[in-house]
């Protein structure tokens, strides 16, 4: 599984003219999965993207994780994290998880982050749980985002 994580002062993905999903400060999520991918695999995943301490404290040092900072999260599935480009220039998407596979677990992904975000409510600063938005997955969508920092990291449960 591969998460492609970006710090965002502010994101939004567009299906057929219509934004369906957007977010002020927080993480962009491109999720990529492949067949051998399971929910535990997912669990892993989720709590490194939750826990991961990359937005500034006050002496400007990256300290903090997403709740501490009051960030929501837009989940985007993206097959094409899994393109193998090592022969000619047409990529390689066979690596990729099936459809059905990857739906499945970006659903779990989805609704498990939409859990927990309601669980950390009271460690943010506002009190809220956290947001959690979505792209439409298998749609042809566009996806606009300002990358604060610019700070992007690239997650692979075969490195956790």
Not at 41 to 52: E, P
Not at 64 to 92: E, H, M, W
Request: glycine letters at 10%.
């Amino acid at each position: 599984m591969k998460f492609l994580i970006q710090r965002v002062t502010e994101a939004s993905v567009t299906v057929d003219g219509n934004v369906i999903g957007e977010i002020g400060k927080g993480f962009f999520v491109l999720i990529g999965v492949c067949d051998t991918d399971t929910e535990e695999i997912a669990d892993k995943m989720i709590k490194k993207l939750l826990g991961l301490r990359i937005f500034a404290d006050s002496e400007g040092k990256t300290n903090l994780d997403i709740s501490s900072v009051g960030g929501d999260l837009l989940l985007v599935s993206q097959f094409t994290l899994y393109a193998n480009c090592k022969k000619g220039n047409r990529p390689s998407f066979i690596k990729s998880g099936s459809p059905e596979h990857a739906e499945k677990l970006y659903d779990y992904i989805v609704n498990k982050c939409t859990a927990l975000g309601k669980e950390m409510s009271s460690s943010r600063p506002d009190g809220n749980a956290m947001k959690v938005e979505t792209g439409s997955f298998g749609a042809d969508m566009s996806c606009k985002l300002i990358n604060d920092g610019p700070f992007t990291i690239d997650l692979d449960s075969d490195e956790l």
